[in-house]
């Protein structure tokens, strides 16, 4: 005997799935119009947009910021290169007075004589001539002849020669002569 | 049924079992345990945030506190811990002749030194430097190891060494510049420039006495460092920069310092002399050219070495017969004498218990004062100071610079020592005026000579030519004032009678061809420092002159200390003399002048020299001349010529 049964949720949900109603559709709602200002722009475009300006000023920030710190490094590695210089100027100051020493040293007058006695084989001049024209301020009034020369032999200094090896005196100036006119 | 009580949701769960094992609830599908107690994660939630933000606000908090309330103060004491205040060191200056040519310099080198609280292995590291700095490997170790925070290695080492080391790399081992004082000409004039102590600061000599000058100013400089002792570069600053010392320029040449030392030391060497001196100066600006100070030393090549210090002025002694150059002067300026006075000269005189005697022996003479001063006769000077009288001798004494100091002010300089009138006893008149019983420096003796070169005006002597800045100009030292001792008439007759004495008297081995010298020789017993009298068989020798005689140029004087067997001035000083002189004459082109006929009224000396054609005149006809016997030389005896 088919008896009405009473409907239960889960006899409803059944027949629903057995017998799909349809649905009414929906109607879609008409897109409001409206008139477009001049370099207005679609939200996309808006969208685009504000993302461009963030994203720039990000990196923006980010360049501001590695300028920063590239700038702090050229810095140092300029001091270092400042102190290495600085470094360098001193050495070579220190180095121009070494040769400046080295100069001195070899323009010290027992350098030069050591080395002309041995190396070159100098010895200090037996005399020194001295010509003193006109001796004894005599005043000679259209005398033809001149006036009297007088030579004088001075001997020299034998400060080296005791030191020397050499013995013999080495050769003297022709002009030298022995004899001194009494002054 | 009763299941034991579990602690946790399991527990809890079991606790209500119907309501889970069913899960047929009817249309409420899988029930969420805890479901019940809903705000419970949210409130955990809420409770997380809230003590996030508080521990939040607390770091921030604190970062403020650190960076703007106190950074400013953390910073800075990170910067004073790092700072390190450095004295930059000045550059002292060099000591320079008058023709430019270095005497002494400093050149920065390097030196080394370490901080042993830093040096790891000091075995090891004393055996990397040891063959560097070319030091024993168990010093080097040794003051590694010390407990203390700085220790010296190696004072100025050469460039080369220095690099060595800084490669080396090794910890605690670092390098600071420190400069070295060099003498490029060996010991030449050592003794006039004295030298430096391992500060650099001057401790004798022209370096000593002008060493404030010379030094400069060390400047300061403040530098951070970083671990390990590093400077960081660009936060070096000069808070004071460093004023560099000033270069000295000195009077001396080089070429006749040399040679003035040469020979004197070879005179040394050749009559066994302790020491000896030898100054040469310009006559007209005072000037000096050379001053040699020796000492024998038979551990150097040439048998002298330089004096410890500068012996012209700091050595004092008696001068024997050059002071009787003051006495003449003396009694020529005062009128009491005039060339021409003659006096009876015996060989020896008593003078208030003692006896004033000659060097030799000789019969009663008739002298004048040329001859007096030839022969250098003790007794015709004490006829000559007993009509000048004590005052007039002291007045002119002092007027000549004796008894007091020299412009020269040179460290350890003696005045001399001259007794005033008041202490001169009965033998003063005689002793004192031939130069015994006084004592003077070389110096003293080369001024008064000067002073009769100078035409009779003193001229005070000088070894500062100037002072050259960096820029190398040179301001030049302004001379002193001189002043007027005698007339220069007085001045001509002493130079004549002075040639007389290099002519035919005791000088004549100073006698330089070509050129007329004028001086006098001296021999001097020397003192007993600790007794009365003096000690026996020691002299000085000395000999003091000028030349050309017509137009004195240069003055020089040789002193020999000790010179043994022979010891007169005229047989050691004057040759000595007579080489330096040359050879200063020739360097510096003085000419031989042109001789004249200064008509001075001076009477030749002797009548021999005037038939041989001296230019001293013509022989005196007025009074009759004993000439003296050939025999009247200067031979032993206690007081000398």
Redo the contacts between chains.
């Keep these: 005997m088919t008896a009405t049964q009473l409907p239960t949720r889960a006899s409803v949900q059944s027949a629903a799935l057995a017998a799909p109603r349809p649905v009414p559709r929906r109607q879609p709602r008409p897109t409001p119009l409206r008139v477009v200002a001049p370099g207005e722009r679609t939200p996309q475009a808006r969208l685009r947009r504000r993302r461009l300006v963030v994203f720039g000023l990000a990196a923006l920030a980010v360049i501001g910021l590695f300028g920063l710190v590239a700038e702090h490094t050229v810095l140092a590695q300029q001091q270092f290169r400042l102190a290495s210089l600085q470094g360098q100027a001193a050495t070579e100051q220190a180095r121009n007075q070494a040769l400046q020493l080295q100069v001195a040293q070899l323009q010290s007058p027992s350098r030069i004589v050591s080395e002309a006695r041995t190396k070159l084989g100098m010895v200090p001049p037996a005399g020194i001539t001295y010509l003193v024209p006109g001796q004894k301020g005599a005043k000679v009034k259209g005398q033809a002849t001149p006036t009297p020369t007088t030579i004088l032999t001075t001997p020299s200094s034998t400060a080296a020669s005791a030191n020397s090896s050499a013995a013999a005196p080495g050769p003297t100036s022709p002009l030298s002569s022995p004899t001194s006119s009494a002054p | 049924m009763a299941a034991p009580a579990r602690s946790g949701p399991v527990g809890r769960a079991q606790a209500r079992p119907s309501a889970v094992r069913s899960g047929h609830r009817p249309?409420r599908g899988r029930r969420v345990p805890g479901l019940a107690s809903a705000g419970l994660p949210i409130r955990r939630l809420g409770a997380m945030t809230l003590v996030i933000c508080v521990v939040f606000v607390a770091v921030v908090a604190r970062l403020v506190m650190i960076q703007q309330v106190h950074g400013a103060g953390y910073a800075a004491y990170g910067v004073s811990e790092r700072t390190r205040a450095l004295s930059i060191t000045a550059e002292r200056g060099s000591i320079v002749d008058r023709s430019g040519?270095?005497l002494a310099?400093?050149?920065?080198?390097t030196t080394i030194y370490a901080d042993p609280h830093q040096v790891t292995d000091p075995r090891l590291e004393a055996s990397e430097l040891a063959p560097v700095l070319q030091l024993p490997q168990s010093q080097l170790q040794a003051e590694l190891s010390t407990a203390s925070g700085f220790e010296y290695l190696a004072h100025a080492v050469p460039?080369a060494e220095a690099a060595a080391v800084e490669k080396l790399n090794l910890p605690g081992i670092a390098t600071e510049?420190e400069s070295k004082r060099?003498d490029?000409?060996?010991t030449?004039a050592a003794s006039v420039l004295g030298g430096v102590d391992y500060a650099g600061v001057g401790s004798s000599g022209v370096e000593y006495q002008y060493n404030a000058r010379l030094a400069g100013k060390p400047g300061l400089q403040r530098l951070q460092e970083g671990l390990g002792g590093q400077?960081i570069?660009?936060t070096s600053q000069a808070i004071i920069p460093a004023v560099p010392g000033q270069s000295l320029e000195l009077t001396l040449d080089?070429?006749i310092?040399?040679?003035t030392e040469?020979?004197l030391g070879?005179e040394i060497v050749s009559s066994h002399a302790i020491g000896g001196t030898a100054v040469i100066m310009q006559s007209k600006t005072g000037q000096i050219l050379a001053m040699a100070d020796l000492v024998a030393d038979a551990k150097s090549p040439?048998g002298v070495g330089p004096a410890p210090s500068d012996t012209a002025v700091t050595r004092v002694y008696e001068p024997g017969s050059v002071m009787k150059g003051v006495t003449m002067s003396a009694a020529l300026q005062t009128g009491v004498v005039v060339p021409s006075t003659r006096f009876v000269v015996p060989y020896s005189v008593s003078l208030d218990g003692s006896v004033i005697h000659d060097a030799e022996v000789h019969p009663v003479e008739y002298w004048s004062i040329p001859d007096i001063l030839a022969y250098s006769s003790n007794v015709g000077t004490l006829h000559v100071s007993q009509l000048l009288g004590t005052s007039r001798l002291y007045q002119y004494m002092r007027a000549f610079g004796l008894g007091s100091k020299t412009a020269l002010d040179a460290p350890g300089e003696s005045q001399g020592i001259l007794p005033p009138p008041s202490n001169w006893s009965g033998t003063s008149i005689g002793t004192i005026p031939i130069g015994q019983g006084v004592a003077v420096t070389s110096m003293q003796m080369l001024d008064v000579y000067n002073t009769i070169a100078n035409g009779g005006r003193y001229v005070a002597p000088s070894l500062v030519k100037g002072w050259v800045n960096q820029a190398g100009v040179l301001s030049p030292n302004p001379a002193p004032p001189g002043h007027r001792v005698v007339t220069a008439q007085t001045a001509r007759q002493m130079t004549a009678m002075l040639v007389g004495v290099v002519k035919s008297g005791t000088g004549t081995e100073a006698a330089?061809?070509?050129?007329?010298v004028a001086g006098k020789t001296g021999t001097a017993q020397k003192p007993n420092p600790t007794s009365a009298g003096y000690l026996p068989g020691q002299f000085m020798g000395s000999f003091v002159g000028f030349a050309p005689a017509e137009d004195p140029q240069l003055t020089a004087i040789v002193v020999l200390d000790r010179p043994t067997p022979v010891f007169y001035g005229g047989s050691v000083a004057a040759p000595v003399f007579s080489?330096?002189m040359?050879?200063a004459m020739?360097s510096l082109q003085i000419?031989?002048p042109?001789?004249?006929d200064l008509g001075w009224d001076v009477p030749v000396v002797d009548a021999s020299a005037a038939a041989?054609?001296?230019?001293n005149g013509p022989a005196p006809t007025a009074l009759p001349v004993t000439p003296p016997p050939p025999s009247v030389r200067p031979r032993a005896g206690s007081t000398r010529p």
């Design positions: 249309g040519n270095v310099m400093s050149v920065a080198l460039d510049p060099f490029p000409d060996g030449l400077a570069p660009g080089s070429a310092q040399y040679e040469s020979v070879q040439t330089i061809n070509g050129y007329d080489q330096i040359a050879y020739r000419p031989p042109a001789h004249r041989a054609g001296s230019d």
